[in-house]
């Protein structure tokens, strides 16, 4: 059975529930978690490898089943049209479970993975500010820690977090600030901080930072262009805006990837292999196996 055909018969509580068994920090990215779901189940998935879940323990917790650590960075549309393989009878919410914390790792998206990884191990960014270091010392003070306090304590505690974000990143949105204006664009695209999801006030957002030539702006900017998010559907758009993010140096291949699978779904491949070899060279190392696999095919039908 092939992943996405688990997770379209699983439930969702039941597998947000198994998640929070397995890293208790989880349980304040429900909204994330389950938009990611949702996603997966509805995304157009390509053949993808064969996934082997394994039986395994983490740091001795005996809640955890199996284990997927091939899955850790995967690209989606690949994963979730993978073949499961359990070494026994598994519940698919279980399955479902492990799969979707180790292709989103709390919920993120691929675009926001690396950098929150990068944010908290301390991998240079280039001198590119993350939102943390956008808010003022009193905002970070009230962040939640969801170990220490009860469901209710925490989400009472987010609110107030949420709010104290939200004021800091308007401030510098309305006085022009290209990542203020970014990430604000961002808390209405994934409803964050207790915002309602606004694609068409992300989408404005998006582009006042992208006119001043902030790359990350750009990237989504054209994803709204891309899937019609927020504004009318132009993939003409949305691959400008992709090439020009791209120019920017530490992109880590992101731009260059959707621009590739943009030019695949044209029928372009030698386009295509040229930008995901792009992507591959600024770090985006699953590109190579798309790069690999598209030379070794005769010939490529447009939309497969």
Known sequence: MKLQDIFRNSDFEKVFDYICKIDPKSKGSKFSYMTAFEFLCDMKAQSGYLIEFKESTYENTPDIKIACA?????????????EVSVPHETPNDIIAAVALYNLTFY??????????????F???TDG????????????KSLEPDPIELSDDEYDRAYDIYGEAVLKDLRELAQNG???GQFYLGRAYDQGLYGLNRDMSEAFRLYQDSAAQGYFKAQNNLAQCYEHGWGTAQDLAKAKELYAEASKAPNTQGY??????????ADGNKEQAIEWFQKAAFKGDVV??????YLQRQPKWTKGV
């Open 287 to 292: 590109c190579k196996q798309y790069v690999w």
């Open 177 to 179: 600030d290209r990542y």
């Open 70 to 82: 091939e899955l850790d960075g995967y690209p989606w549309k690949m994963a979730i049209g993978g």
């Open 107 to 120: 919920g993120f998206s691929p675009d926001e993975r690396r950098s929150q990884l990068n944010k908290w």
């Open 122 to 124: 301390g991998k240079p």
């Open 128 to 139: 590119e500010p993350q939102e943390e270091d956008l808010l003022t010392d009193e905002t």
């Open 255 to 264: 731009p260059e990837e959707n621009l590739g699978f943009l030019e695949l």
